[in-house]
């Protein structure tokens, strides 16, 4: 089988514009909360989220095909135009047929569905827009991708939920793996920081309502943790063969070298008690990445902030990595940027290869006061960055539906 590495990346996300602004702020361990500026929240019990901050739109796209794209889908474009860009490819000399896109959104085009039901609800004549359906389809940005550059290769999204991104990169990793593409752009995007995304991820009591300190209301593994926060944004790696990477004289940044999936099987929204099926995946990707658990240098955990999924995600890492996880540095970037939903384990995977690339753990900010169901021993990386060498990562992200997935990362 062909090695997969990665040789560009992309990021738009709450606290930073583009991959080094973002790495910057991971190292500071900011955050990317604050009062929604896109609709009046006030109405909602939760009327803060992680939203992308001084974006200029018109900077990438002219007005009407700014029209065309949900904002999903221009996420979508703007972080793949700057990885492939990083990743110096070619187009006059790439095969475009063995190119292919592999993109994960967990929504998809909301806001543009959103729009158009409420122009259309009191019309005695509806009139839906023509681009509302390629606008809101949740595959719809690998095709634009693909459209863009011409790449003809594989081509498809991955809905899962916010293990979505994550299997898109499995998914990428397999194909080349297997020599049926050469290059995927891979990633993920999303944009739900809408009335129906803030109203009903609120009305399932999953997102925090620290209103009074948004700042501060995304802390994972803390006593007092009360819910996810809504974040937006994307991330894209560009993955090829190492010997297609070699021979074209591609820098590297790692090397993708194991992917797992599984499902808990239990519950549709709720994480198994003890973390079973997270447990399996996580089992399953050092297996597929031949290497043994004692290996890994650093967790990115799911981490989201809720009371129930950051413990069953610290027991199962547990039943996976026995007293190792006492040298282990875990943290949880959604500290930082929120929870982007399907785009998660895009955004997360940057976080680990710039963890990687720089030798620092990102931290896990707003700790305050420990949870005394989660052992004080572990290194959580509360509220500073560490400096440390990183020779193995992994990446954990688990979705509604108990949908599991898992990717590890070597340094070359």
Request: hydrophobic content about 40%; proline content about 3%.
């Amino acid at each position: 089988m062909h090695r997969v590495v990665v040789t560009g990346l992309g990021a738009l996300t709450p606290i930073g514009n583009d991959v080094e602004a973002f790495g910057k702020a991971l190292k500071e361990g900011r955050s990317g909360a604050a009062t929604i500026t896109q609709f009046d929240a006030s109405a909602f019990k939760t009327s803060f989220a992680c939203e992308i901050k001084d974006l200029d739109v018109e900077a990438y796209f002219d007005k009407r095909e700014a029209r065309r794209l949900d904002k999903f889908s221009q996420y979508a474009l703007i972080v793949a135009d700057e990885a492939i860009s990083d990743a110096e490819l070619d187009l006059k000399t790439l095969d475009l047929d063995r190119v292919g896109v592999i993109w994960g959104s967990g929504i998809g085009g909301l806001r543009s569905l959103e729009r158009e039901i409420e122009f259309n609800t009191n019309s005695q004549t509806p009139r839906y827009n023509p681009f509302m359906i390629p606008k809101m389809i949740a595959d719809i940005a690998p095709g634009q991708i693909s459209i863009k550059y011409g790449f003809r290769g594989v081509n498809f999204g991955t809905i899962s939920a916010c293990a979505s991104a994550t299997h898109a990169l499995i998914s990428a990793l397999d194909n080349i793996r297997l020599g049926r593409a050469d290059v995927v752009i891979s990633g993920g995007s999303e944009a739900a920081v809408t009335k129906a995304g803030i109203g009903g991820f609120g009305s399932m009591k999953a997102l925090s309502q620290r209103n009074d300190d948004p700042a501060t209301a995304s802390r994972p593994f803390d006593l007092h943790r009360d819910g996810f926060v809504l974040g937006e944004g994307g991330g894209c790696l560009v993955l090829e063969s190492l010997a297609h990477a070699e021979a074209r004289g591609a820098k590297i940044y790692a090397e993708l070298v194991g992917g797992g999936t599984t499902a808990d099987a239990h519950h549709i929204t709720a994480p198994h008690p003890e973390g079973a099926g997270a447990a399996a995946a996580m089992k399953i990707t050092l297996e597929d990445a031949q290497i043994e658990p004692k290996q890994i240098d650093y967790i990115n955990v799911h981490g989201t902030s809720t009371p129930l999924g950051d413990i069953a995600e610290l027991k199962a890492i547990k039943s996976v990595f026995g007293d190792h996880i006492y040298d282990l540095s875990i943290s949880s970037t959604k500290s930082m940027t929120g929870h982007l939903l399907g785009a998660s384990g895009a955004i997360e995977a940057v976080a680990s290869i710039l963890a990687m690339r720089d030798s620092f753990i990102p931290p896990t900010i707003n700790h305050s006061t420990d949870d005394p169901a989660i052992d004080s021993k572990l290194n959580l990386t509360f509220n500073k960055s560490e400096t440390k060498g990183i020779d193995l990562a992994l990446s954990n992200t688990f979705g509604f539906g108990g949908k599991n997935a898992c990717v590890i990362f070597k340094k070359v």
